[in-house]
């Protein structure tokens, strides 16, 4: 355990090896039942651990939520965001600036852009000079619809070959979730599963959106469990009773016991997300304090 009370990764990998162990018998069931099983079982594991948080440099934003002061004063937010206590965020662009000029202005603020939601069109060698300049680990495609699972198959592959060359660049390249891809197309497959078998885990791997994922009544720990350690990053995101988006910790998720129950599965970076907040820097705050708070 660290000084602040979380666990390394040489601990949790410790713990994860000490459960598949002893959840042997429910992975090899298979499916969503097995995964559930898998889950909760896992949770009554770490339960034994102690009381568990999310550790301070596990915490990120994606400055999507930020979007409208970031492009009226972009030093001024970056600067906010230190106050607060951010360490890392994630990108949705860079404001008119170049990638090396986003970088002086995340380094005079002590901030490290660890990932950034980036597309596969264009210039994709320049999308991964521009995350290598940025001190980038990962970027992710943050959407894609299509209408028919062979549109999907395709597009999966298209991820496949794009991860390959972020891996060689050395970096890490996923795929981030809505609700849609929770629903089956054509009335057979659902694009998350054809992603998952298309794309190779190794090249590409999952940024779980968990409003979205509950948005389409799926249960996030059991989906995380049955894809075991592609998932690397949660885009934290609350949901309010009327299903809108929330600050965190003032909806209705239980993300003590999402986290308690996906503790072992390699998830390494918590993004605090809004989609649409009135006070985007109240946001932020309520959102790392909530984050740092957090027992489970």
């Known amino acids: 355990m660290t000084h602040d009370g979380s666990f390394t990764r040489r601990s949790m990998l410790r713990g994860a090896a000490g459960a598949a162990l002893g959840l042997g018998a429910a992975v090899a069931l298979g499916g969503t039942a097995a995964a559930s099983t898998t889950a909760d079982a896992a949770s009554a594991s770490t339960a034994a651990l102690g009381r568990l948080r999310v550790p301070k440099d596990a915490i990120s934003i994606q400055l999507y939520t930020l979007r409208s002061l970031l492009e009226e004063d972009t030093e001024g937010t970056l600067r906010e965001l230190a106050a607060i206590g951010y360490r890392k965020v994630e990108l ?89 891809e929770f629903e089956p197309v054509q009335g057979r497959q659902r694009p998350i599963d054809i992603i998952t078998r298309q794309a190779r885990s190794w090249n590409v791997y999952l940024e779980l959106d968990l409003f979205w994922v509950i948005d389409a009544e799926v249960d996030p720990s059991a989906f995380v469990w049955k894809n075991f350690g592609r998932v690397k990053q949660f885009h934290v995101k609350d949901r309010a009773e009327d299903g809108t988006w929330a600050d965190l910790g003032t909806g209705t998720v239980d993300f003590g016991k999402i986290f308690r129950k996906t503790w072992l599965t390699g998830v390494r970076e918590y993004v605090v997300e809004h989609d649409n907040p009135t006070d985007p820097l109240e946001t932020a705050r309520v959102g790392y304090q909530y984050l740092t708070d957090l027992r489970f």
Do not use: C, M
């Not at 949705?92 to 596969?120: C, K, N, Q, V, W």
């Open 92 to 180: 949705a662009g860079t404001y008119g600036r170049t990638a090396t000029e986003f970088r002086a202005l995340l380094d005079r603020f002590g901030l490290r852009a660890t990932s950034s939601h980036s597309g596969i069109d264009g210039d994709f060698g320049k999308t991964l000079e521009d995350a290598r300049i940025l001190g980038q680990q990962y970027l992710a495609v943050p959407y894609a619809d299509f209408e028919t699972a062979q549109e999907w198959r395709d597009f999966a592959r298209q991820l496949d070959d794009a991860g390959e060359q972020a891996r060689r660049a050395g970096l890490q390249f996923g795929y981030h979730n809505h609700a849609h």
